[in-house]
């Protein structure tokens, strides 16, 4: 009787040992898969901030590009305005001070 108890507490022992080896190699199974996960997150964070980084690039340059080419587009309406005939004094808005097209 004293054997079988002594062998039926090795048994419980043994099976409670194995559950806690089990138990801790899912543990660790679990805790490298979250590192990877985790490493995973952390590349497509950083591929995420080097796309909008991209894209803010891209938008400064399309704004750069605007404003130079709407500064070239205003120098050369300037530059035109001078050379057009300006109105007559009195004009009281007719065409260089000619009534044209009433009768």
């Not at 079988?4 to 679990?30: D, G, I, P, T, V």
């Not at 591929?47 to 399309?62: F, L, S, V, Y």
């Amino acid at each position: 009787e004293r054997r079988e108890r002594e062998r039926k507490l090795s048994k419980e022992m043994a099976e409670k040992a194995a559950r806690e080896l089990e138990k801790m190699q899912l543990q660790e199974k679990a805790e490298v898969k979250y590192k990877e996960w985790l490493k995973k997150k952390r590349a497509e964070e950083a591929e995420k901030k080097k796309k909008e980084k991209e894209k803010e690039k891209e938008r400064e340059a399309e704004l750069q590009e605007k404003k130079a080419r709407s500064e070239k587009v205003f120098k050369e309406w300037l530059h035109n305005a001078r050379n057009k005939p300006r109105p007559g004094l009195n004009s009281y808005g007719f065409p260089h001070g000619n009534s044209t097209g009433l009768y």
